[in-house]
Nanobody, 125 residues
């Protein structure tokens, strides 16, 4: 039984850093693509960052490039999103996802079959 659980979200001030974690049970990440999405209230869920579990280069949304870093710990079956220089516009519920996305489809929500419940990140000005 596969399961994704996000953690690490909290209230922070603008300019601070935060690391989110996504722990997977079973083979969820094995041979798949893992990604982070976020959804602000009243808005569509948008891609933040993604990476192949076993190989490949990460991809980032333009809005977070240079500030966020996606990483993985295969031994712990955990993905991370290191967020720096946080801005109020980063406020959202952050979700991790896993699926069979390739590089060209990594930004699409439809490419992911497994989703966590989300963790709230709030950035105050």
């Amino acid at each position: 039984q596969d399961q994704l659980v996000e953690s690490g979200g909290r209230l922070v001030q603008a300019g601070e850093s935060l690391r989110l974690s996504c722990a997977a049970s079973g083979p969820t990440f094995s041979g798949r693509t893992v990604a982070w999405f976020r959804q602000a209230q009243g808005k569509e869920r948008e891609f933040v960052a993604g990476i192949r579990w076993s190989a490949g280069y990460p991809a980032y949304a333009d809005s977070v490039k240079g500030r966020f870093t996606i990483s993985k710990d295969k031994a712990k079956n955990t993905a991370y999103l290191q967020m720096g220089s946080l801005e109020p516009d980063d406020t959202a519920t952050y979700y991790c996802a896993a699926g069979n996305a390739i590089q060209s489809t990594m930004r699409q929500t439809s490419a992911y079959a497994y989703w966590g419940q989300g963790t709230q990140v709030t950035v105050s000005s």
